[in-house]
C-alpha cells in the first residue's frame, strides 16, 4: 500500500488519519495546529514542505486552504520526493478543483477528488461514502486507502466529477435538514412531541441517516460541530454555481440556501447545521426544546 500524508487533522482528517495507521500505511501528518499533529508522534511534521508520501490527502476544509499551505515551492518539494497524488477529501467547487489539476499537472502530480459523506462520525467509525473524481489509473493507485476509511468508494469519471456529485448530495442534506427542522416545528405548534415525532418519522418512508443520527440534535439544542452551517452555506453556493454553469434551475435548492444565510445572520454560522431549527422555531418561548 502506498505511503501517505494527511493535511488537516480536523474533526474527519484525524480519524481518517487513524485508519489509515490501523491498515499499516506508512504514514504522515500536519496540522496548523502542532499540538494536535504531536499526538501522532514522530509520524507528525512541523511544515506541509517535510511531507514524504506518495499520496497527499487534504483534509482542509477547502482548496484555498490547500492553496495556502501547498504552493508551487512546496507542491515541487513534494514531487522531487516522490508524491504522484494529492487526494482533495473536501467539498468544494468543479472550478477550484480544476484550477488545482492544472497547477499540480505542472509538477507531474495527479489530482483527485473524492469529497466525503457521512460527517464525524462516518470519519470515526470508518464508513464514510465517496464520491472519486480523477483517471482510471489515479484511481486504482488510491482506492486501497480510501477504502481503510470508507465503505462507500465510487469513481465517477474524470476530476470534477467526484465534487459535481457532492454538490448535488448537498442539494438533499440540506433540503431534509430545513426539512426536519420545519416538520418538528410545526408539530410542536400543533402539540405533537417532539420525540414522538421522530420516532414515528423513523420508522416510516421519512426515515435515514439524518434522523437516526441527527435529528435529536433539534430538540436538545446541542449543535456542536458537525458539520457547520457555514460550510452549509458554502456548499449551496458551489451548488448554485454548478447549477448556473449546467443550466440546473435547483429551485428548491435556492430557497433553502436562505434559511441557512439567515442563520449565518443570526449568528449561528460556527454551529452544527441542525442549528437552524433555531431560525425555523425563532418565536418559541425560552427554554421551550420543542417537547
Known amino acids: 500500500m502506498s505511503s501517505a500524508a494527511v493535511l488537516g487533522l480536523g474533526p474527519m482528517g484525524r480519524p481518517i488519519a487513524g485508519h489509515l495507521l490501523d491498515h499499516g500505511v506508512d504514514l504522515r501528518v ?12 514522530d509520524r ?29 515551492d512546496v507542491v515541487r518539494t513534494w514531487a522531487g520526493h516522490g508524491t504522484r497524488h494529492v487526494v482533495v477529501l473536501s ?22 477528488d473524492a469529497p466525503m459523506s457521512g460527517g464525524d462520525a462516518g470519519a470515526r467509525a470508518g464508513t464514510l461514502s465517496l464520491m472519486v473524481g480523477g483517471s482510471p489509473e489515479s484511481f486504482a493507485t488510491v482506492e486501497p486507502l480510501l477504502r481503510s476509511f470508507a465503505t462507500t468508494v ?49 420508522g416510516g418512508l421519512a426515515g435515514g441517516v439524518f434522523l437516526d443520527s441527527k435529528a435529536d440534535r433539534m430538540l436538545t439544542g446541542d449543535h456542536s460541530l458537525g458539520g457547520s452551517i457555514d460550510n452549509q452555506v458554502k456548499d449551496l453556493r458551489y451548488a448554485a454555481e454548478l447549477a448556473d454553469q449546467t443550466g440546473a434551475p435547483l429551485r428548491q435548492a435556492r430557497r433553502t440556501a436562505e434559511l441557512f444565510v439567515e442563520a449565518v445572520e443570526r449568528g449561528l454560522g460556527g454551529l452544527d447545521h441542525t442549528a437552524v431549527h433555531r431560525v425555523v422555531s425563532a418565536d418559541r418561548p425560552p427554554g421551550d426544546t420543542g417537547g
Do not use: C, M, Y
Open 44 to 72: 507528525a511534521v512541523g511544515r506541509p514542505s517535510e511531507v514524504r508520501a506518495e499520496v497527499v490527502f487534504s483534509a482542509l476544509p477547502d482548496v484555498d486552504q490547500f492553496d495556502d499551505v501547498a504552493p508551487d
Open 154 to 202: 465510487e469513481h465517477l469519471g474524470p476530476v470534477g466529477t467526484g465534487t459535481a456529485a457532492k454538490l448535488a448530495n448537498q442539494v438533499v442534506v440540506a433540503a431534509t435538514v430545513a426539512a426536519v427542522a420545519e416538520a418538528l416545528d410545526l408539530a410542536r405548534r400543533a402539540g405533537v412531541d417532539g420525540e414522538q415525532l421522530l420516532r414515528v418519522l423513523r
Open 91 to 112: 467539498t468544494t467547487s468543479r472550478d477550484k478543483v480544476t484550477a488545482l489539476q492544472d497547477r499540480l499537472q505542472g509538477h507531474g502530480i495527479a489530482l483527485v
Open 30 to 41: 500536519w496540522n496548523r495546529t502542532a499540538s494536535v499533529a504531536a499526538a501522532f508522534g
